[in-house]
Nanobody, 115 residues
């Protein structure tokens, strides 16, 4: 059974940093794309960053230059380093792993950027 457990969220001041972690278990995710999505209050869930097993990355427009996604293929976790955080980064951050015909979500971790 696939399980995704996020951690690392919290309250941070504007300009601060957070590192999110997603512990993925249940199979080897080498062939899966792993990523982070964000859902702000009243808005649709949006891509923050994704990374393939070959370590190719892509970022949503708001994350470019500030966030870095990484993964450890030997141990399955995926990380999101978030720097220079802004109030508009506030939301629930979800870990996602997907293949051509499978799609899994974590329960989410709250990130609040406020002074």
């Amino acid at each position: 059974q696939v399980q995704l457990v996020e951690s690392g969220g919290g309250l941070v001041q504007p300009g601060g940093s957070l590192r999110l972690s997603c512990a993925a278990s249940g199979r080897n995710f080498m062939l899966y794309v792993m990523g982070w999505y964000r859902q702000a209050p009243g808005k649709q869930r949006e891509l923050v960053a994704g990374i393939t097993g070959g370590l190719r990355t892509n970022y949503g427009a708001s994350a470019k230059g500030r966030f870095t996604i990484s993964r450890d293929n030997a141990k399955n976790p995926v990380y999101l380093q978030m720097n220079s955080l802004k109030p508009e980064d506030t939301g629930v951050y979800y870990c996602n792993v997907r293949s051509a015909n499978q799609n899994y979500w974590g329960q989410g971790t709250q990130v609040t950027v406020s002074s």
